[in-house]
C-alpha cells in the first residue's frame, strides 16, 4: 500500500490550460504539504494543511489554489499554466509537530509547453 | 528566519570510502535538522533526524549524523560507500516552536556519486 500517493506521475500541458494534481495519504496523518522542486533541485514549500485548514501559504502566485476536502487528501489546481510552472510539486504528509518529518509521494512531473 | 546550506552540490567517492555531507544550518530557535535521500524519479526518503535528543543520530542504510550546536552543523556520514548510495541528500531544518507549522527548509542537496 503506498503510504502517499500522487496522480498523475507525469503531466504534460499547454500554456494557459488549467491542470489538478491530487495527492491522498493513508498514513493517519493531520497535516499535508504541497512543495515544488525546480530543475536545480532546489526544493520549496508552497502551501499546508492541518485537519483541512491552510496553516501555511508562501508567496506563491494566485493562480495556485489547494483544496483539502478531507485531512486525508490534498489536491493541488493551477490555472493558466506558465512556461514557469513546470516542476516537479510532492505531496507530503506528517502528524502535527515539527518532530515528526516527513513522508513524501513520489511526485508529479508537470511540464508545460 | 532558517536556512540550510550544504557545502558542495556533488561528491564523489569510491565503493567502500567515507561518506561525508556537509549540512550548517542557521535558526534564531532550537532546531529540529533532518537528512533525506532522493533517489532517481522518486520522492525524498527520510534518513535520520535530530529533536533534541542525542546529538549523534544513527539513520538508515548505516547512515548517521552528528549535531554540533557551537559549529551550527549536521553533517552525514557513512563509514563505506555502497554503489547503492548514489542519489541526491537533502539536509532540512523545521523550527520547533508550534506555530511555525512543521515547515521544513531544505538545503539545495548534494548528489553523491559513487565509483566502483
Known amino acids: 500500500d503506498t503510504a502517499v500517493s500522487q496522480t498523475p506521475k507525469y503531466l504534460v500541458t499547454q500554456m494557459g490550460n488549467d491542470k489538478s494534481i491530487k495527492c491522498e495519504q493513508n498514513?493517519?496523518?493531520?497535516?499535508m504539504y504541497w512543495y515544488k522542486q525546480d530543475s536545480k533541485k532546489f526544493l520549496k514549500i508552497m502551501f499546508s494543511?492541518?485537519?483541512?485548514?491552510?496553516?501555511i501559504n508562501e508567496t506563491v502566485p494566485n493562480r495556485f489554489s489547494p483544496k483539502s476536502p478531507d485531512k486525508a487528501h490534498l489536491n493541488l489546481h493551477i490555472n493558466s499554466l506558465e512556461l514557469g510552472d513546470s516542476a516537479v510539486y510532492f505531496c507530503?504528509?506528517?502528524?502535527?509537530?515539527?518532530?515528526?518529518?516527513?513522508?513524501f509521494g513520489s511526485g508529479t512531473r508537470l511540464t508545460v509547453v | 528566519a532558517q536556512s540550510v546550506t550544504q557545502l558542495g552540490s556533488h561528491v564523489s567517492v569510491s565503493e567502500g570510502a567515507l561518506v561525508l555531507l556537509r549540512c550548517n544550518y542557521s535558526?534564531?530557535?532550537?532546531?529540529?535538522l533532518f537528512w533525506y535521500v532522493q533517489y532517481p524519479n522518486q520522492g525524498l526518503q527520510l534518513l535520520l533526524k535530530y529533536t533534541s535528543a542525542a546529538t549523534l543520530v544513527k539513520g538508515i542504510n548505516g547512515f548517521e549524523a552528528e549535531f554540533k550546536k557551537s559549529e551550527t552543523s549536521f553533517h552525514l556520514t557513512k563509514p563505506s560507500a555502497h554503489m547503492s548510495d548514489a542519489a541526491e541528500y537533502f539536509c532540512?531544518?523545521?523550527?520547533?516552536?508550534?506555530?511555525?507549522?512543521?515547515?521544513?527548509?531544505f538545503g539545495g542537496g548534494t548528489r553523491v556519486l559513487v565509483k566502483p
Open positions: 507530503a504528509s506528517s502528524l502535527q509537530g515539527a518532530s515528526y518529518g516527513y513522508t
Open positions: 535558526s534564531s530557535v532550537p532546531p529540529y
Open positions: 498514513l493517519g496523518h493531520d497535516t
Open positions: 494543511y492541518n485537519n483541512k485548514e491552510l496553516i
Open positions: 532540512a531544518v523545521s523550527d520547533s516552536r508550534k506555530a511555525a507549522g512543521n515547515k521544513l527548509t
